[in-house]
């Protein structure tokens, strides 16, 4: 049974920072491309970020700089460190798994940046 389950989401004043990580079970870790993506009410889910099984990063063009994917895949896990955060980052973050067909999703963590 896959399972990804995110974890580190909360409530952060503007400026602070979190890392979110991702615990992964039930598939080889190392074969998988892995992407954070978040969602807003009313709108469509977003990739935050993405590193192929070989290490390669993309980001979403406005993140750039301040957030930062990684892997670690002895652990089976993916982070992501989200530095001087703002209330558009307000969102639910989803891990995410995927190799050819197949693809998995976490249930999400909620992060939310307000004073």
């Known amino acids: 049974q896959v399972q990804l389950v995110e974890s580190g989401g909360g409530l952060v004043q503007p400026g602070g920072s979190l890392r979110l990580s991702c615990a992964a079970s039930?598939?080889?870790?190392?074969?998988?491309?892995m992407g954070w993506y978040r969602q807003t009410p009313g709108k469509q889910r977003e990739l935050v970020a993405s590193?192929?099984?070989?290490?390669?990063?993309n980001y979403e063009d406005s993140l750039k700089g301040r957030f930062t994917i990684s892997r670690d895949n002895a652990k089976t896990a993916l982070y992501l460190q989200m530095n001087n955060l703002k209330p558009e980052d307000t969102a639910v973050y989803y891990c995410?798994?995927?190799?050819?067909?197949?693809?998995?999703w976490g249930q999400g963590t909620q992060v939310t940046v307000s004073s």
């Open positions: 590193i192929t099984k070989g290490g390669t990063t």
């Open positions: 039930g598939i080889i870790f190392s074969i998988y491309d």
């Open positions: 995410r798994a995927r190799k050819y067909a197949s693809d998995y």
